[in-house]
């Protein structure tokens, strides 16, 4: 038997007459998923969905867990991904006009074409387009028309972290209901870490220097490596208040060229930012977020020597310095102002020893 309508399988007192939401299933984002909870209760679900925010913030899971809660993928043999009335898009490469529209292609029916046929389970028929910054200009254009005209009964959800992006038109955005979705807090990604079965100290150090990104600390949970190259970090940084201009730079140099496609020097920067929070949290007398002991340790050091304003200071330019690399700065260049300006007029006297980056 085909399973029922997403809008008929709630019971006539109001309460769900199947298992828990699948929207409930996601880590953070409350509101959000709260907000899509609501509107399948109420059957007033949009006909477009624009859900935009960081990298691997969970819009993608987020997008798939409303599918599977629309077509009740779970009763369906082979669940979402095998169910007639579902279709996805989450390739890295460029996604052209043939895919929106077009004949059936090597991954299948085009979007328009999905759209065009009957609901094989009488329900809904949904659409995920993950990371929709990847549409061409013309691709875009033929999605716009499609949202202009959507076909009856069916959901588009669009997902992307570079909402701003040229090939994305303001008037396709106008077409969807958005929902943004920031950071997630720290001590709920170190939960639904732990609820894997993992050690507790690894899963606080990876949601610590996540940014609040339950995809990023999922894979660097599964680094065995993580804990020692964290900690190795930290003694480098705090190391550096002994050092000079010289020694900073240096350090600069070691991060930036022997970070494949300059992934030691994003993790050095998320490992410092995450250290700094930690040191303004205990410099205002807040509990801090989950981590690794030596951000406690070290932040305690920090904050008796340099009190909350210029804890902050030096947060900030931590912060300044992840957004200057997203954008596409050079790496040597962002590690060395951060390190001139953090150490250069300050030198506590309870930091560690120097130390190099461990392998």
Same mark, same amino acid.
């Given at each position: ?37 609501? /509107?399948?209760? /109420? ?16 819009? %993608? ?42 004949? $059936? ?27 929709? !910054? ?24 669009? %997902? ?10 303001? %008037? ?5 209901? /958005? ?45 065995? !490596? ?8 930290? !003694? ?13 730079? $240096? ?11 300059? $992934? ?96």
């Amino acid at each position: 038997m085909s399973p029922a309508p997403a809008a008929a399988r709630i019971s006539g007192g109001g309460q769900p007459d199947h298992p828990p939401s699948r929207l409930a299933e996601v880590v953070g984002h409350r509101m959000q998923r709260e907000q899509l909870e609501r /509107q399948v209760r /109420q059957r007033a679900l949009a006909h477009a969905y624009w859900i935009s925010g960081p990298a691997r913030v969970g819009k %993608t899971t987020l997008a798939l867990a409303l599918a599977s809660e629309l077509l009740q993928a779970e009763g369906w043999p082979g669940g979402l991904g095998a169910h007639p009335d579902f279709w996805l898009d989450d390739q890295q490469e460029s996604l052209g006009v043939d895919r929106v529209r077009g004949p $059936e292609g090597e991954l299948g029916p085009s979007l328009q074409h999905f759209l065009s046929l009957s609901a094989y389970a009488s329900g809904p028929k949904v659409a995920v387009l993950a990371n929709a !910054d990847r549409l061409t200009l013309p691709a875009a254009n033929s999605l716009l028309r499609l949202l202009e005209e959507p076909p009856r009964e069916s959901i588009i959800i669009l %997902t992307t972290s570079r909402p701003d992006s040229e090939h994305l038109p303001g %008037t396709l955005r106008s077409r969807c209901q /958005q929902l943004g979705l920031g950071p997630v807090a720290t001590p709920l990604i170190a939960a639904w870490l732990a609820a894997g079965g993992r050690l507790e100290l690894e899963c606080e150090t990876a949601a610590a220097i996540s940014e609040g990104r339950p995809g990023l600390a999922l894979e660097l949970v599964s680094d065995p !490596d993580l804990a020692s190259r964290t900690g190795g970090l930290v !003694d480098s940084f705090l190391g550096c208040s002994n050092l000079g201009p010289a020694g900073w730079l $240096e350090l600069s140099r070691e991060l930036a060229e022997r970070g494949r496609e300059r $992934e030691l020097a994003w993790e050095a920067l998320r490992t410092w930012t995450a250290l700094l929070r930690t040191c303004c949290t205990l410099a205002a007398g807040v509990e801090p977020p989950p981590g690794p002991p030596a951000f406690r340790t070290a932040g305690e050091a920090w904050a008796r020597a340099l009190g909350l304003p210029e804890c902050l200071r030096r947060y900030d330019l931590a912060v300044e310095g992840l957004s200057r690399l997203a954008e596409g700065a050079t790496a040597r260049l962002v590690l060395d102002r951060l390190l001139l300006l953090t150490f250069g007029a300050f030198e506590p006297q309870t930091a560690a020893p120097a130390g190099r980056v461990r392998p």
